[in-house]
C-alpha cells in the first residue's frame, strides 16, 4: 500500500503521518509512507487543504488530521 501525507510541514502534517504509521503497525499492515512537501505536487494532486492522504494515487483526505477510525477504516478496504 503506497501512501502519501501532502503538506509543509506543519503539526496536523506530522501528526497525520504517525498517526497512519501507528494504525497500520497496529493492524500489521506493511505499508510505503511518504511525506510529499513540495506546493506543485500537493496542488498537482488537487489538494488546496492540508495535511492530504493519498493511498495507491486517490486522494482519501484533505484538511486536518483524519480521525483514528477513519484511517483504520483505510486499511480495512
Not at 27 to 45: F, H, M, N, P
Request: glycine share 10%; net charge neutral; with cysteine.
Amino acid at each position: 500500500m503506497d501512501i502519501k501525507v501532502l503538506g509543509t510541514g506543519c503539526a496536523n502534517c506530522k501528526n497525520t503521518q504517525t498517526l497512519i504509521e501507528q494504525v497500520a503497525q497496529d493492524k500489521g499492515v506493511a505499508i510505503a509512507l511518504s511525506k510529499v512537501e513540495d506546493l506543485r505536487e500537493i496542488l498537482a494532486y488537487g489538494v488546496m487543504s492540508t495535511p492530504g492522504v493519498v493511498i495507491n494515487g486517490q486522494v482519501v483526505h484533505t484538511g486536518g488530521v483524519p480521525s483514528r477510525d477513519k484511517v483504520t477504516r483505510w486499511f480495512e478496504a
